[in-house]
């Protein structure tokens, strides 16, 4: 993990450097040289905002309908972060991705019973049903989209779970 971070702030320094050698010694004109400056500012803000998914950090965005669970975590009031498998790649097509939640009672009791039965070893599976996007405003006075949803929570079929047997 260090050498890849380590990596990664290393290509924005030679870039940097790369982009500085070309501004002051080339007589291109100052419109090629603004350019530049925009393009590679835009550059570290795409790479920038790509680092949460380079680093495997919890993703809010999308939540796949179908998920293999491996963990569950409820920091209440705040979030619930899921551990899994997206089933559109199969059981064991990749290995599992965490995705965030925003916090509701109703969740959180949902989870809870999935989360002891997890801890118990019985496979789990989730399942996200839109219900409809709505808009709803912030306290600072915003208006965001809200997708509104159904996770349905139940044990994973016996053709999918893992039986024991080579």
């Known amino acids: 993990m260090i050498l890849d971070s380590f990596g990664l702030v290393a ?3 030679v870039l940097a450097v790369l982009l500085a050698l ?3 010694y080339t007589n291109w004109p100052w419109l090629v040289k ?3 400056i925009v393009a590679v500012s835009g550059f570290f803000y795409v790479t920038y905002q790509s680092i949460p998914q380079f680093f495997g950090w919890p993703t809010a965005h999308h939540m796949p309908e179908k998920l293999r669970l491996v ?3 409820i920091d209440a009031p705040n979030k619930i972060f ?3 498998h997206d089933m559109a790649y199969g059981v064991a097509g990749q290995r599992p991705r965490a995705y965030e939640m925003v916090y509701t009672t109703k969740l959180n009791d949902s989870l809870n019973k999935a989360a002891h039965k997890l ?3 019985f496979p789990m599976m989730a399942e996200i049903r839109p219900i409809a996007s709505s808009v709803a405003q912030k306290s600072d006075g915003e208006i965001k989209e809200v997708d509104e949803f159904d996770l349905l ?4 079929p016996e053709g999918l779970a893992p039986s024991g047997e080579k």
């Open 34 to 36: 603004g350019a530049m």
């Open 11 to 13: 290509s924005f320094v």
């Open 71 to 73: 963990a569950i975590y």
């Open 119 to 121: 801890k118990k070893g």
């Open 82 to 84: 899921l551990w899994g």
């Open 153 to 156: 929570i139940f044990d994973v």
């Open 22 to 24: 070309l501004l002051l």
